[in-house]
């Protein structure tokens, strides 16, 4: 695991429980607590050569460099802060000949491209299978995909088009940087054509908004039909048997559903998937309005398990959601929200 931040930790743990797997250990960059977190967690450590002393000046036990470690690995799961892990692609992946998974803040195109596909299990799953690079979409890229993906398929052209207003969370709850009052917009967000990467006939158009809260992202998702917007029930019915979809009806908030899952002792807080709000979901002439929360950090978790199921094992979706289930429990969680916010 290259990088062990707020992502890094959840997909450690959960790579280090798969018995199927075989854990080699979390590349760590600063000699700071969350290496203590990592030893604690019983990971071996690895770090830069060049920062090995700084580990060894404060204490901390590590188990060798970071290349070392890519070296005895067959697959690297990349969650380096935005943009290194392309850095770590020309200068360790490559050079080694090593598959990787990246994260979402990594390029899909141009010079610092570091994958030809971007995965959402819900859409391409298969298409991953013996590939040596993918990116796994972010958590609104893989939010949109498990919305927008069934309604398709249900729809297929009846459809016009997606128009999309994402609301995004300012900060993660483990943050520890300022959450500015300020409503911030985005000149270009990179999740339509991320988004398009897998779903080319969508015709969707994206606007993102940063907002001062921890508490997930919302999505505003209008879909405009060529002639009458299907029923109420019909959209619902659609997406109620979705993995990783909850269909709730009576949370006020985005910070209702954050808190509930840490109220029921969800690990991190995490609910991994995206919920509908059932009561606000609209339609009225050619507009189907569908109002949904993503859980940042949970979301791209079980997506990571999944697409190293495709690439590593060329398991099926089904057999690879079932065992991908039974780490994350979301099947129940789903239940147990629905219930909650019934
Ligand atoms: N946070 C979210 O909600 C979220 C959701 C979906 C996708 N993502 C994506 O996931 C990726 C990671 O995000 P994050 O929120 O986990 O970031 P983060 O909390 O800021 O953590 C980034 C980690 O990168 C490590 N790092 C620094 N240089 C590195 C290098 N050269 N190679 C590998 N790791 C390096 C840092 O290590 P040290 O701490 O040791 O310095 C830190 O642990 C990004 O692409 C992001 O867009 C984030």
């Known amino acids: 695991m290259n990088g062990f931040g707020n992502i890094g930790r959840r997909l450690a743990n959960t790579f280090s429980g798969d018995k199927e797997i075989q854990f080699i250990g979390v590349a760590k960059y600063s000699a700071d607590e969350k290496t203590r977190e990592a030893l ?12 090995l002393k700084q580990f060894s000046d404060n204490k901390y036990k590590v188990s060798g460099t970071v290349q070392e470690a890519v070296k005895q690995s067959d697959i690297i799961v990349d969650a380096a802060k935005e943009g290194e892990g392309f850095e770590n692609k020309k200068r360790l992946y490559e050079p080694m000949k ?12 141009g010079p610092r491209s570091v994958a030809d596909m971007i995965h959402n299990s819900r859409v391409n799953y298969a298409e991953a299978v013996g590939k040596m690079y993918v990116i796994q979409g972010s958590c609104n890229v893989s939010g949109m995909g498990r919305i927008m993906q069934p309604l398709a398929e249900k729809f297929g052209d ?34 339509q054509e ?19 809260s921890r508490m997930m992202h919302l999505h505003q998702m209008l879909i405009r ?14 997406l109620s048997k979705e993995f990783g979809v909850a269909i709730l009806n009576s949370a006020k908030g985005s910070a209702d559903v954050r808190n509930k899952a840490l109220m029921l002792g969800f690990q991190y807080g995490d609910t991994n998937m995206v919920h509908i709000h059932e009561e606000v979901l609209r339609v009225q002439d050619d507009i189907l309005k569908i109002l ?25 979706r089904e057999q690879a959601i079932k065992k991908t289930d039974s780490l994350f429990q979301i099947s129940r969680k789903k239940r147990i929200l629905e219930e909650e916010f019934r």
């Open 98 to 109: 090593k598959a990787a998974i990246f994260q979402g803040g990594e390029e899909r195109c």
């Open 194 to 212: 991320d988004v398009k990467d897998f779903m080319p006939a969508a015709n969707l158009f994206v606007e993102a908004y940063k907002v001062p």
């Open 158 to 191: 009846e459809i016009e088009r997606y128009d999309v207003t994402i609301v995004r969370r300012w900060a993660d709850l483990e943050d520890l940087k300022e959450v500015r009052d300020s409503i911030e917009w985005d000149r270009e967000p990179h999740h």
């Open 225 to 238: 039909f060529k002639i009458k917007a299907p029923t109420k029930d019909s959209v619902i019915e659609a």
């Open 292 to 316: 949904y929360t993503d859980d940042q950090t949970g979301m791209v978790i079980p997506e990571n398990h999944l697409l190293l199921q495709s690439m590593v094992f060329g398991r099926s």
């Open 40 to 51: 604690e967690s019983k990971y071996d450590v690895y770090v830069p050569e060049h920062n």
